[in-house]
């Protein structure tokens, strides 16, 4: 690891150097800002080493493959880095020590988290006793922060340490003790109910296996109760993942269908554990802004009144407590030993339900468990779907008396089989149209005859689901169900608090409390600059802003919510105080959770997801996105340039805008993405613009960069296919060193404007990218908009449809000419399950979702004159035959379901497309990326195979001719820089 400290030894001398500052400043205002300068450092090298070590892996890789040994690169990864030096941390543990400043304790602990994390401390090297004692410091800072998740990840790595430790050939005796206490500590060692649990079961145990069903009730209700007895969620999932198993199995034996009571008894334990990890809340806008009287805004249920202003809708995520879901090993083996119980029922439709909404929750938070879901989650859909037809029959006239008589247990069942029946219609249209479902579980779906009524284009209009299938929880009104909640004990005149550290800014933070007997005071508050603490006897917080004033609460019976808009980032206080009783101690059972935004950016990559390009506003560069058709190489006509390309841009954007019926809205939070430097937009207008075009093909590992004008265009390997920044840096070094181009950072911007793949992958690639890391162009103002090229090509042949129909309605020609590309496979932009009717073309698409797309142009028939081609005269060619044709949208969609990939499917397209317009066709299959024999082969086999099959369904309608034929066309080049200037706004 030497050429890493080698590598990082600039940021190392400013990290010592502001450690150094912080440690000789009396006052806390330069700590805080010389600590914060510290964790923005260990920021930066936790980047660099990560991007390090994945080069290096890269070329062992190779290395691997030339038949060279990885036993160097398994032991470098396990090395420990010693950038923070002796002094560094005697400097750092010594202000620890001396200051009271909150704020500077918090920003101490960040770096104590940061150092050991990326292992940035060489432990192997440190003497015990200071080991011992820089744990020590560790564990005063924890319990100042206790409750935040930096004080519950430290603990975690503490234990490590001392674990680490304990095995040292020269340790001592009373060292050796004194680590043993250590770890004796409830924090590290784990509550009695974790580490004791099967000692402290056997009641539970007993009752479970009784045949007695209120036994059984009893035991799993016992059971609950010791789950929350735990210290952490971790611990709960932990116990549920593996010892609750055996507790489980034996529960769920000699249950009958009738015994209905412990069937919700389970699916409550069943959906506490599997719980939601992302949620949509409504927010009142004057609320998020923070503009109610210039104050934070506390919504609980002891405060009254709402404010009735416009909404915004926000996805949010639970980050910590997702982790810790997806971190618990064996929890899938438990969730299925549930759920194929409850799939023993399919009758019953709350068991139905709650596998349903345990689908849901798995298949947005466990990509890899997917695969194994598809099957299960297609056998609940049927169930729901048979128990949907049952309650129609019961509905329909011969059974309208039977319905009449009625209970009012089986209207609320009806009531619950139609409510399941929606949901599982909005989880199918999730499904079909989200492009993150694997193309194979689509066509499963589209190939059951038992899903078909979910598939109909008025029910998948009718229940639209949200992106990711949610339904919307209005802020202030929610109740988040963690796990179980925790319990503490409050004695008669004592306090208990937890720290809360909020990472985002305008995250929610969300408590829920109640206690076993009595009321408990309740108070918020935020940890402020100037916000002092004291460790003397107890723990005391100082200089505290208030929030909400310590308050009676009646929180027994009564379960309190309380939910907070944090709009700052930092830490904030929770306090239950029981100092108004002199004799009755209180039972407190809570839940602290913070959602962090996730709408609107990810992981503060410096980026704001763009809006629609439907609503996009005129580009102030717009000059600069000309078509290198229409720049002009000398300066004296760049004026004239910038006039064409404004023109053109405005005409493209123009069209775009008129065929809104047939353009979807984009969803941009995963198609577009926009970065840039910049400053005074006017001072940006007079400086010289260069355009840079990137494809990046994940698939052959190509990149191809057009500079300005599209003679310039270079095509390279890609080297490192798992860094977007170090990838476009290195390409991007190399067209500069080609182009013998130098930056002048004063009067140039650079634009550039990538097409990546539509695949996981780059979406993963997109989101770990970071556009400071592009080293070429820090030192100029610069953008970057980033897009899927399927994405880009779709609306590109839109446009050329458009414009190629617009300029050939005066010809006398009365055909359709089709395009189609293998690109369409991977596009999200394109209407799914209809046919579309606009001015100019049609859109006919179904299939596996978003799998393909015919797009059309029709030319206007003119009387005078008709091509040899075309079939004249019957009444299949009338223009109000094709509109009543064109009107019926569900033609021919069942028989097209499967997949568009297959290419009977194909000639089923196009046969019923072919009726519908009653024209003859001009079919054109494009063969777009770059150049690949196989990949030619395969498609020209494809294309006579779609040719047999047509002639073979085409009876009646064969007379109208049809041409089809392969072309090759690389031109993703040309539609990045035709579209992807819209994007910018």
Not at 193 to 209: G, H, M, P, S
Not at 241 to 246: D, G
Not at 345 to 354: A, G, M, R
Not at 482 to 499: K, R, T
């Amino acid at each position: 690891m030497s050429e890493i400290l080698k590598y990082l030894e600039s940021h190392q001398k400013q990290f010592d150097a502001t450690i150094t500052e912080a440690y000789t400043s009396e006052a806390d205002e330069s700590q805080q800002r010389a600590l914060m300068q510290s964790v923005k450092i260990l920021k930066e090298v936790e980047m660099l080493i990560e991007r390090k070590r994945q080069a290096q892996k890269f070329l062992n890789e190779k290395n691997l493959g030339a038949g060279f040994s990885d036993s160097q690169q398994a032991k470098g990864d396990s090395q420990d880095i010693s950038f923070l030096s002796d002094s560094s941390l005697h400097k750092i543990e010594k202000l620890s020590e001396q200051t009271n400043n909150m704020v500077v304790q918090y920003n101490i602990m960040r770096i104590f988290d940061l150092v050991l994390k990326g292992k940035l401390i060489n432990i192997e090297q440190k003497d015990t006793s200071d080991l011992i004692y820089f744990i020590n410091n560790i564990f005063l800072l924890h319990d100042l922060m206790v409750g935040t998740s930096i004080a519950r990840r430290m603990v975690q790595r503490s234990k490590a340490l001392l674990n680490y430790v304990l095995k040292r050939k020269d340790i001592n005796e009373d060292q050796e003790e004194e680590i043993k206490e250590l770890l004796a500590l409830p924090n590290l060692k784990g509550s009695d109910a974790f580490n004791d649990f099967e000692n402290q079961t056997f009641e539970i145990k007993r009752l479970c296996k009784s045949t007695n069903i209120p036994d059984k009730i009893s035991g799993i209700q016992q059971l609950s109760e010791k789950l929350t007895q735990c210290l952490t969620l971790q611990e709960q999932l932990s116990l549920f993942s593996s010892k609750c198993q055996a507790i489980i199995k034996s529960m769920i034996r000699d249950i009958k269908e009738g015994d209905k009571e412990i069937f919700n008894t389970l699916s409550n334990f069943l959906t506490a554990m599997i719980f939601d990890t992302e949620y949509l809340v409504e927010i009142d806008k004057d609320i998020l802004s923070q503009t109610l009287n210039g104050r934070d805004y506390i919504n609980a249920d002891v405060q009254g009144g709402q404010i009735d202003t416009s909404k915004e809708t926000i996805l949010y995520q639970l980050t910590e407590q997702k982790e810790a879901l997806e971190q618990s090993e064996g929890l899938y083996s438990s969730i299925a030993l549930i759920i194929n119980f409850f799939l023993s029922f399919p009758k019953n439709i709350n068991l139905q339900s709650t596998v349903l909404t345990v689908f849901k929750r798995l298949y947005n938070s466990f990509h890899v468990y997917r695969k194994n879901l598809e099957d299960p989650i297609i056998m609940v859909l049927i169930n729901i779907h048979h128990k949907f037809n049952e309650l129609q029959q019961n509905k329909s006239y011969l059974n309208r008396a039977k319905a009449a008589a009625s209970s009012g247990q089986q209207e609320q069942e009806d009531q619950k089989i139609e409510e399941s029946y929606i949901e599982a219609q909005k989880f199918v249209n999730y499904l079909i149209s989200s492009d993150e479902t694997e193309a194979t579980f689509k066509e499963k779906i589209f190939s059951r005859k038992e899903l078909q009524s979910y598939l109909a284009a008025e029910s998948l209009e009718k229940h639209k689901p949200n992106p990711k299938c949610l339904s919307i929880q209005k802020y202030g009104e929610f109740n988040i169900k963690v796990g179980y909640p925790q319990l503490q004990e409050i004695g008669a005149g004592a306090n208990f608090f937890q720290m809360i550290e909020v990472e985002e800014p305008n995250s929610i933070i969300f408590c829920g409390f109640s206690t076993t007997s009595h009321d408990i005071q309740f108070g918020f508050h935020k940890v402020t600059l100037k916000s002092q603490v004291s460790n003397e006897e107890e723990i005391q917080h100082e200089e505290l802003e208030g929030i909400f004033p310590l308050t009676k609460i009646e929180s027994f019976p009564n379960f309190v919510k309380v939910s907070f808009i944090a709009k700052d980032a930092g830490i904030y206080k929770v306090l239950w105080s029981n100092d108004h009783s002199w004799f009755k101690g209180k039972t407190l059972a809570y839940r602290i959770s913070v959602l962090r935004p996730v709408q609107r950016n990810e992981g503060n990559k410096g980026y704001d997801v763009q809006s629609s390009l439907l609503n996009s506003e005129v580009d102030p560069y717009k000059s600069t996105s000309a078509p290198s058709s229409q720049r002009s190489t000398t300066n004296g006509s760049s004026a004239n340039s910038a006039s064409q390309t404004s023109a053109n841009s405005n005409m493209i954007r123009q069209q775009l805008r008129q065929s809104r019926a047939i353009l979807p809205t984009i969803d941009h939070k995963n198609v577009i993405f926009k970065f840039s430097k910049v400053g005074d937009k006017q001072e940006l207008l007079k400086r010289k613009t260069i355009s840079i075009f990137m494809h990046i093909d994940l698939d052959y590992d190509q990149v191809k960069i057009s500079f300005d004008d599209s003679k310039t265009e270079l095509t390279n390997e890609l080297n490192v296919s798992h860094n977007l920044s170090q990838l476009i840096d290195e390409n991007l070094e190399q067209l500069f060193k080609q182009q013998n181009m130098s930056i002048e950072r004063d009067q140039q911007v650079i634009k550039i404007s990538i097409g990546i793949s539509k695949t996981q992958k780059a979406l993963d690639l997109v989101k770990g990218f970071n556009h400071q890391e592009v080293t070429q162009i820090q030192d100029i103002y610069y953008t970057i908009t980033i897009v899927h090229d399927s994405d880009v090509l779709a609306l590109n042949q839109f446009n050329a449809s458009n414009m190629q129909s617009s300029e050939s309605s005066k010809a006398s020609q009365s055909h359709i000419s089709i395009r189609i590309s293998d690109i369409y496979f991977y596009s999200s932009m394109i209407l799914r399950n209809r046919l579309v009717q606009s001015k100019n073309s049609y859109s006919y698409e179904v299939g596996d979702v978003g799998a393909l797309e015919i797009m059309a142009e029709t030319f206007n028939t003119d009387n005078s004159g008709h091509s040899g081609d075309e079939v004249s005269g019957g009444p299949n060619t009338s223009p109000d035959h094709r509109k009543g044709s064109i009107s019926s949208k569900q033609y021919g969609l069942k028989k097209l379901r499967d997949s568009w990939r297959e290419s009977q499917f194909m000639a089923i397209a196009l046969a019923n497309f072919q009726r519908l317009s009653s024209q003859r066709l001009n079919v054109v299959f494009v063969l777009s990326g770059f150049e690949d024999e196989s990949q030619k082969v395969k498609l020209n086999d494809y294309v006579k195979q779609v040719k047999d099959h047509y002639d073979s369904i085409s009876q009646g309608i064969s007379d109208l001719g049809i041409n089809i034929e392969l072309k090759e066309d690389d031109y993703q080049m040309q539609a990045i820089k035709n579209i992807v200037p819209l994007f910018d706004n």
